[in-house]
């Protein structure tokens, strides 16, 4: 891959940054949530419709030769390995060659997996293909937290990244009402139903890549990779159009910064500023990552299982549960989100991750001791997830914003990966065993794990969190370029 021409690296006086940060919310603003952050439905409709669908792809007649635990363990940790992969791999690139080039890559990536997937004809297959579609929802989130942070105002940063992440849980409510319908031998036949679901995370994907291409590249990666003619003529527009949405001169630019243009930063550099310039927030992005990654990779993975087995629930009603725990997700950053912007990160972070653990904790306790039906098991997850959600939501937030702007896309893969890696891939694994055992405290056992690690994190956080509400994103990480 080769970048576009660009003029000769040299030194460069801008108030680019400073004029992202200072304007007012806009249409233009929604066009890069609707193009850049839809794709977390599409990752919540695909982890949603597996997860759904493990009990109807063992059954006889799916077309299939496939367990319950090894779609629920096996496929869920290949998908989660290809994200890790995928992250690391596209990560390097979009720092490279640019987030637009990079967001467009992913997205075909991913549809060209899915729809892939629907086709599979023996279980090596299905395998392969989860872990492409993987690969691709990797480098998306690599490529669009990159891009989103960058292209919004720091005022409204928290919040919006919050529920673009969040926006997860619109596709898992999708995918759980999608799976039912599929799911209904009486419309569709048993080796048809899910094949069509998968097809319907293909079409639209193909409707936001569409909107996608009208995205603009990041012009905060323009000015140091030698583009800041076009980040100036990019940044002209958009004040442009802006003023004339609001009918009015927007205010001057809070201040300048000079950097040196240069086309690329080596891993070497990248690995001295993560780990040596910034070990604290090392461990606290590690921290946060873990946390999530065990908690939504491992437990809900097999909730469908949990349904089915202890609860004696028909594997084509387990999305009913299902959406309401993904709704109630959703709901979480929502709501919460403005108070990462005004109350601050360091309370809300550690709060919600904190709050989510000692929650799941109780729920633990009540699960094993016979306490809970399928209804109010799912409220109590409803409850854990409405606080869970918003600090999941807030690690990517988190690593997004506190590294500088050279590094970003690579430090948000590499914690991804290493993090996803730890409770992602182990999680599914062990988890679908304990499930699979049919025996109660086995299960409430992965609760706990889950609960722990997420309390763990949430004490990190509480002495090791940013404060990064409000500020640009120079002003939190200087850029390895500024010329002091």
């Known amino acids: 891959m080769t970048p576009p021409a660009a003029s000769e690296p040299g030194t460069l006086t801008t108030a680019v940054p400073a004029r992202l940060d200072r304007l007012p919310w806009s249409r233009w603003h929604w066009l890069i949530v609707v193009g850049l952050g839809t794709v977390w439905i599409l990752d919540g409709l695909e982890v949603t419709i597996v997860g759904n669908i493990a009990g109807r792809l063992s059954e006889p007649g799916s077309g299939l030769a496939i367990t319950s635990a090894q779609v629920t363990g096996v496929s869920a940790a290949l998908y989660v390995a290809g994200a890790c992969a995928g992250a690391l791999f596209f990560g390097r690139l979009t720092d490279r060659y640019g987030r637009k080039r990079l967001f467009m890559v992913t997205l075909a990536v ?43 105002p720091s005022a ?33 036949p048993e080796n048809l139903g899910w094949r069509l679901a998968f097809g319907l995370g293909f079409v639209l994907g193909l409707v936001i890549l569409l909107v996608r291409r009208h995205v603009p590249e990041s012009p905060r990666w323009q000015l140091i990779h030698g583009y800041g003619e076009e980040a100036e003529k990019l940044v002209d527009s958009v004040e442009r159009s802006i003023e004339a949405e609001k009918h009015g001169k927007l205010p001057p630019p809070a201040g300048e910064i000079t950097i040196h243009e240069r086309k690329s930063i080596g891993f070497g550099l990248i690995a001295r500023t993560v780990f040596r310039r910034y070990p604290k927030r090392a461990v606290l992005s590690l921290s946060l990552f873990i946390g999530q990654a065990f908690l939504y990779n491992a437990i809900t993975f097999g909730f469908g299982a949990i349904l089915t087995t202890f609860f004696g629930v028909g594997t084509g009603h387990t999305g009913y549960y299902f959406a309401v725990i993904a709704a109630g997700n959703f709901v979480g950053p929502l709501l919460l989100g403005r108070l990462f912007d005004t109350v601050g990160r360091r309370i809300m972070i550690s709060g919600t991750y904190l709050l989510s653990g000692v929650l799941l904790f109780a729920t633990a306790w009540l699960f094993d001791r016979g306490s809970l039906t399928a ?20 690690a990517y937030l988190t690593v997004s914003e506190i590294f500088p702007m050279e590094t970003r896309a690579m430090a948000i893969a590499f914690f991804y990966a290493l993090g996803t890696a730890a409770g992602g891939i182990s999680g599914p694994l062990v988890f679908a065993d304990l499930t699979a055992s049919g025996v109660v405290g086995d299960t409430a056992l992965a609760f706990r794990i889950g609960a722990g690690l997420m309390c763990a994190a949430g004490l990190v956080a509480a002495f090791l969190a940013v404060r990064a509400e409000g500020r640009s994103l120079e002003d939190i990480a200087t850029p390895l370029s500024t010329v002091k």
């Open 110 to 152: 991913y549809l060209g997996a899915t729809a892939m997937t629907a086709l599979s004809f023996d279980v090596w297959w299905f395998f392969v293909f989860r872990f492409l579609t993987g690969f691709g929802i990797g480098g998306e989130y690599a490529a669009i937290n990159s891009a989103i942070d960058e292209l919004i």
């Open 156 to 188: 409204y940063r928290g919040r919006v990244d919050l529920i673009i992440n969040g926006s997860y849980w619109l596709g898992a409510v999708g995918g759980s009402l999608l799976s039912i319908l599929m799911l209904n031998t009486e419309l569709f």
């Open 375 to 394: 209804t109010t098991l799912t409220a109590c997850w409803c409850v854990v997830l409405f606080f869970a959600s918003a600090g999941a939501s807030s």
